[in-house]
Structure formats: C-alpha cells, structure tokens
C-alpha cells in the first residue's frame, strides 16, 4: 500500500513561475523525502527532511513538512524547462524495530513549457 | 565507473523463462533494493538487503529470488517470468545508520517486457 499520495498527479506551468506539488501521508515518519525522475531515467535524491524539522531550502527547492497535518510540500520557484520530471514524495515510516525502508507514493508529473 | 549499474537496460523474453537482472554498486553501501515501477502504481518494493546475506521482502515479493553473496552485487531472478512482470525494474542503494533510512542512489532501470 502506499504511504504518500502526490497532488496533483499532473502540473504544467510556464518557465519562471512557481511550482507547488503535495504529499500527504498516513503514519508517523522519521523522515520524508523528494526525489526527481527525468522520462526514461532513474530517480535522482532532491532532499530529505527529518520529522522535528518544519522547513528545508536547497537552491530553488523549498520543503515544508507538517507533522500535525501529515503533509509535506514541494516548491520549486523560477521554474525551468529542464525541472520537466516526475516529482515523487518518500516517506520512512516510524515503525516498532525500526525501518530501513522508504514507500514512494505515485508522483507528480510537472511540465513546465518554455 | 563509479555509482549503481543494472544490466541489461532492455530485456524481452518468453513467458515461462527464467531471467535473471543485475545490480552492481561502487560506493560499498550496506542496503540495497529492487523496485518495480509500473503506470498508476508508482514504484513498489520487491526485496531488499541490509548487508551481505541478509534479504528480506518487500510490499510485492512473489516470483522473484534474490541473493547478495558480496556487498557489491544484489541480482534478481525470475524465477518463470509471467506477463504480469513486464515492468521497470530499479536498483538502488543506501547507507542507514540505525532505525532509519537515508537517501537512496538508483540504477538506471532495465525495461522488461515478457511475451
């Protein structure tokens, strides 16, 4: 089953404007994290952002993750034909013993035209 | 090179056969995964291992074998392929220190497709 859902499922947007995409999610994490996957590629790491944190900057990205709602968000600002991807939340489930493992949620397909 | 490799990228065989996907990495990571990514499902765990002799399942497990006689190197068997097991299958690795997961480095995939 899946523990992130990514909304919306698809996004297009124009170079240079924002692009905001969702995950929320069900239990209670240690982390969630971003990643990217170009068309025909593997999924690259974008970030990654602990349960105690509230928000994390890494270049154009901006993350916030909200506990209380279960939710994580996603910006990329001045946005660039080469951020065209897929955009997948992952989430590190806090589980009894630990958990080495992340469950993906199905992604947000962004398009952006030039 | 340095990084995660798979091989081959493309495969197609036949129903029934048995198939086999590699996964080398160069960074000595302690974990690995395999995951299959398929339309409107995302991607979804098939097995993973904490170090060398140790696997265990994942979400979707059924029909696959795998085995991690060195660090490096997590293969996958199908056993019989079935058409259900066309798909997108991924590598990847991490380092996790204690009870929780860090950033994974993925493979470029091997598209499979079963006749």
């Known amino acids: 089953s899946q523990q992130g859902e990514e909304d919306p499922q698809a996004l297009s947007i124009q170079e240079g404007e924002n692009a905001t995409m969702n995950c929320s999610y069900k239990t209670s994490i240690n982390n969630l994290q971003w990643y990217r996957q170009n068309s025909g590629r593997g999924l690259v790491h974008l970030i990654l952002?602990?349960?105690?944190?509230r928000e994390k900057h890494s270049g154009r990205l901006r993350v916030t993750l909200d506990t209380s709602k279960k939710s994580s968000s996603l910006l990329i600002t001045a946005s660039r034909a080469a951020d065209t991807a897929s955009y997948f939340c992952?989430?590190?489930?806090?589980?009894?013993?630990?958990?080495?493992?992340?469950?993906f949620g199905k992604g947000t397909k962004l398009t952006v035209n030039p | 090179d340095a990084g995660i490799t798979q091989s081959p990228r493309y495969k197609i065989t036949e129903t029934g056969r048995q198939v086999t996907l590699m996964c080398h990495q160069t960074?000595?990571?302690?974990?690995m995964f395999w995951y299959r990514q398929d339309l409107g499902h995302g991607l979804r765990l098939i097995y993973y291992?904490?170090?060398?002799?140790?696997?265990d399942k994942g979400e979707v497990p059924d029909g696959y074998v795998v085995s991690r006689s060195k660090t490096e190197n997590f293969p996958l068997t199908l056993e019989s392929a079935t058409r259900s097991q066309t798909s997108v299958y991924f590598c990847?690795?991490?380092?996790?220190?204690?009870?929780?997961?860090?950033?994974?480095?993925f493979g470029p995939g091997t598209r499979l497709t079963v006749t």
């Open positions: 291992s904490a170090a060398a002799d140790i696997t």
């Open positions: 990847a690795s991490s380092e996790a220190l204690g009870t929780t997961s860090y950033e994974q480095y």
């Open positions: 952002i602990r349960s105690n944190e």
């Open positions: 960074w000595s990571h302690s974990y």
């Open positions: 992952a989430t590190d489930p806090r589980t009894k013993g630990g958990s080495e493992k992340l469950v």
